[in-house]
């Protein structure tokens, strides 16, 4: 086999016999075609490529480049980049000598340059960025072949990007001073504005610490803004109530406008936090349908007669599934823009069964709504056309928290409308299966009669301006109101007589909490006295203490209509 092999070797080299020439030339023919094709394939990939391709040689410089190259360098003809090591620095590498010192250091040890971003010089004399990869060939003399790409519109992209930050940056911090000043502004037009601005400060504070977070910055400060506006509610109330001359009551009015809409926009901008913020988790339980519609509608009756409108209520006898909190969320929110928006006419609570659904629905024979804006009233800070600013009221966030709460429970929203004739929102609840065991008494009947002039409460707050607007809009109602800022001064001012029901904050001074105030009162007497809490705090556990105690809870600031709605029907409880 050896010996074959030699022939074969010699037959190619043209040193066997003129047989052994001609046998093996066929196959050389053949060998060199395919050399060939490989070459002219290479030589058309070479020539066609999109990025650039050079081969160089430490000693010689450029020996060839392809066309791309030549572009990108703005030259016409490939042989005008052909140039000798020193013209490299001259004519090419920006960073000059240095450069190609560094790049012919790297070559000379065997090693490639992969992934080398550098800047090249244009035959104009502008630059561009590229990417290189250089590579030594594999048994040559310091010969390297490279291949280039145009990065310059990527570098100027991320510089860009750069710009846009940079200026994003400026605008938030332009946009959070702006709101800073709008704060300051805001607590010199409120009572107590030194304590205030105090609280705010330590919010502020508390707030950068944790990322200056936007939802913890709301949810700190809203205890401590919301004391001193639920005073001023109160107060303000029981001015609404007295008689007045026209010129005072027409100064009250428009206080009470001003202190409605501030209240409204804390309470939409909270509740749109703790959405964001999934701080928020349904608490579903049973619960008959009155149990959820007649507050509502004791609430709302004096809302809507106050505006000149009828407030109808219809109510089926059903049990439905659901948070009890947020579905009251979204039907008051319904209910107080069909009151907002109808000029006149009436408002319908109403609620229809759909299988295994209930439709709860609220009418209103109000403006009505453009179709083209149906899609965008759930959008935040989103408010519908109402021609003057003055009749505008908060900042859109209303419809926003609905949208978010439905989701949240999976309950499906509609809303039908016609311009001039009204509108029909809607949310459909499931029902369910079996009646709740507890049987209380239709709220609706809260709303029958005066039951509370003459009945005696106790008023327990750790704010006395709250104490003192408490005691005015009570007793202006024919209560026999006692106030208390803690249970020792509770049990002096009670004088050994138990009160028919219990007004107790829910936070009071020393870290006390009015459930455990209200519980040791109970004790005391040996009675189940019936109680309220009033408070600002929204969260969770403050909901899971009052179901243990057996209590309502009112949010601050309150509105004086729900309290009455609330009372009337704790006292006729008993």
């Given at each position: 086999?050896?010996?074959?092999?030699?022939?074969?070797?010699?037959?190619?080299?043209?040193?066997?016999?003129?047989?052994?020439?001609?046998?093996?030339?066929?196959?050389?023919?053949?060998?060199?075609?395919?050399?060939?094709?490989?070459?002219?394939?290479?030589?058309?990939?070479?020539?066609?490529?999109?990025?650039?391709?050079?081969?160089?040689?430490?000693?010689?410089?450029?020996?060839?480049?392809?066309?791309?190259?030549?572009?990108?360098?703005?030259?016409?003809?490939?042989?005008?980049?052909?140039?000798?090591?020193?013209?490299?620095?001259?004519?090419?590498?920006?960073?000059?000598?240095?450069?190609?010192?560094?790049?012919?250091?790297?070559?000379?040890?065997?090693?490639?340059?992969?992934?080398?971003?550098?800047?090249?010089?244009?035959?104009?004399?502008?630059?561009?960025?590229?990417?290189?990869?250089?590579?030594?060939?594999?048994?040559?003399?310091?010969?390297?072949?490279?291949?280039?790409?145009?990065?310059?519109?990527?570098?100027?992209?991320?510089?860009?990007?750069?710009?846009?930050?940079?200026?994003?940056?400026?605008?938030?911090?332009?946009?959070?001073?702006?709101?800073?000043?709008?704060?300051?502004?805001?607590?010199?037009?409120?009572?107590?504005?030194?304590?205030?601005?105090?609280?705010?400060?330590?919010?502020?504070?508390?707030?950068?610490?944790?990322?200056?977070?936007?939802?913890?910055?709301?949810?700190?400060?809203?205890?401590?803004?919301?004391?001193?506006?639920?005073?001023?509610?109160?107060?303000?109330?029981?001015?609404?109530?007295?008689?007045?001359?026209?010129?005072?009551?027409?100064?009250v009015e428009r206080s009470h406008l001003a202190l409605e809409g501030a209240e409204d926009l804390l309470a939409d901008l909270l509740d749109i936090s703790k959405l964001d913020q999934a701080a928020i988790k349904p608490d579903v339980d049973t619960y008959r349908l009155e149990e959820l519609l007649a507050p509502l509608a004791s609430e709302f009756e004096g809302v809507a007669g106050a505006s000149g409108l009828r407030l109808r209520v219809q109510i089926a006898d059903c049990a439905v599934h659901t948070d009890f909190r947020l579905l009251t969320r979204i039907l008051r929110n319904f209910l107080s823009n069909a009151c907002r928006y109808t000029e006149a006419g009436g408002v319908l609570l109403g609620s229809r069964r759909r299988g295994d659904f209930v439709e709860l629905q609220v009418w209103d024979s109000g403006r009505g709504i453009a179709a083209d804006q149906l899609d965008s009233i759930f959008l935040e800070f989103n408010q519908l056309d109402v021609g003057r600013a003055a009749e505008r009221k908060g900042v859109g966030l209303?419809?926003?928290?609905?949208?978010?709460?439905?989701?949240?429970?999976?309950?499906?929203?509609?809303?039908?409308?016609?311009?001039?004739?009204?509108?029909?929102?809607?949310?459909?609840?499931?029902?369910?299966?079996?009646?709740?065991?507890?049987?209380?008494?239709?709220?609706?009947?809260?709303?029958?009669?005066?039951?509370?002039?003459?009945?005696?409460?106790?008023?327990?707050?750790?704010?006395?301006?709250?104490?003192?607007?408490?005691?005015?809009?009570?007793?202006?109602?024919?209560?026999?109101?006692?106030?208390?800022?803690?249970?020792?001064?509770?049990?002096?001012?009670?004088?050994?007589?138990?009160?028919?029901?219990?007004?107790?904050?829910?936070?009071?001074?020393?870290?006390?909490?009015?459930?455990?105030?209200?519980?040791?009162?109970?004790?005391?007497?040996?009675?189940?006295?019936?109680?309220?809490?009033?408070?600002?705090?929204?969260?969770?556990?403050?909901?899971?203490?009052?179901?243990?105690?057996?209590?309502?809870?009112?949010?601050?600031?309150?509105?004086?209509?729900?309290?009455?709605?609330?009372?009337?029907?704790?006292?006729?409880?008993?």
């Amino acid at each position: 086999m050896a010996r074959r092999s030699d022939e074969a070797l010699a037959g190619l080299l043209g040193l066997g016999s003129q047989s052994a020439r001609k046998s093996h030339y066929p196959e050389l023919l053949a060998r060199l075609e395919e050399l060939e094709v490989e070459r002219n394939r290479y030589k058309w990939l070479f020539e066609h490529a999109v990025h650039g391709i050079i081969q160089a040689s430490l000693q010689d410089g450029v020996l060839a480049a392809n066309p791309a190259m030549a572009r990108m360098l703005g030259y016409d003809d490939p042989l005008q980049v052909l140039w000798a090591p020193d013209d490299l620095a001259r004519y090419l590498f920006v960073g000059g000598f240095d450069e190609l010192a560094l790049i012919r250091d790297r070559l000379s040890q065997g090693q490639a340059l992969l992934g080398y971003e550098t800047r090249l010089r244009r035959r104009d004399g502008s630059t561009i960025d590229v990417l290189m990869n250089l590579l030594l060939k594999p048994e040559s003399e310091g010969v390297f072949e490279g291949f280039v790409a145009d990065i310059t519109e990527r570098k100027q992209a991320q510089q860009r990007l750069q710009l846009l930050n940079d200026e994003l940056e400026q605008r938030v911090a332009a946009r959070t001073f702006e709101l800073l000043e709008s704060n300051r502004n805001l607590q010199r037009q409120i009572e107590e504005r030194e304590r205030i601005e105090l609280a705010l400060r330590e919010a502020r504070d508390a707030a950068e610490t944790a990322n200056r977070s936007k939802d913890k910055y709301l949810a700190a400060a809203s205890h401590d803004l919301l004391q001193p506006l639920n005073a001023a509610r109160l107060l303000i109330s029981t001015l609404r109530e007295r008689a007045l001359p026209s010129a005072e009551h027409n100064l009250v009015e428009r206080s009470h406008l001003a202190l409605e809409g501030a209240e409204d926009l804390l309470a939409d901008l909270l509740d749109i936090s703790k959405l964001d913020q999934a701080a928020i988790k349904p608490d579903v339980d049973t619960y008959r349908l009155e149990e959820l519609l007649a507050p509502l509608a004791s609430e709302f009756e004096g809302v809507a007669g106050a505006s000149g409108l009828r407030l109808r209520v219809q109510i089926a006898d059903c049990a439905v599934h659901t948070d009890f909190r947020l579905l009251t969320r979204i039907l008051r929110n319904f209910l107080s823009n069909a009151c907002r928006y109808t000029e006149a006419g009436g408002v319908l609570l109403g609620s229809r069964r759909r299988g295994d659904f209930v439709e709860l629905q609220v009418w209103d024979s109000g403006r009505g709504i453009a179709a083209d804006q149906l899609d965008s009233i759930f959008l935040e800070f989103n408010q519908l056309d109402v021609g003057r600013a003055a009749e505008r009221k908060g900042v859109g966030l209303g419809l926003a928290i609905v949208e978010r709460i439905a989701r949240m429970l999976g309950y499906p929203v509609q809303v039908r409308s016609q311009p001039g004739r009204g509108s029909l929102f809607s949310i459909r609840v499931p029902l369910a299966r079996q009646h709740p065991l507890r049987q209380v008494q239709p709220a609706a009947q809260a709303v029958l009669g005066n039951p509370l002039p003459g009945r005696r409460l106790l008023v327990i707050d750790n704010e006395a301006d709250i104490l003192h607007s408490m005691a005015a809009l009570l007793g202006q109602w024919g209560c026999e109101v006692v106030t208390a800022l803690d249970l020792p001064e509770a049990l002096e001012n009670l004088q050994g007589r138990a009160p028919e029901v219990i007004l107790a904050d829910f936070h009071l001074d020393h870290g006390v909490l009015g459930c455990e105030v209200i519980q040791q009162l109970r004790e005391r007497f040996s009675r189940t006295i019936p109680a309220l809490i009033i408070s600002a705090d929204r969260s969770d556990a403050c909901r899971r203490q009052l179901q243990v105690l057996g209590a309502p809870l009112l949010n601050k600031p309150v509105k004086p209509g729900k309290l009455r709605a609330v009372l009337s029907q704790l006292l006729q409880e008993t």
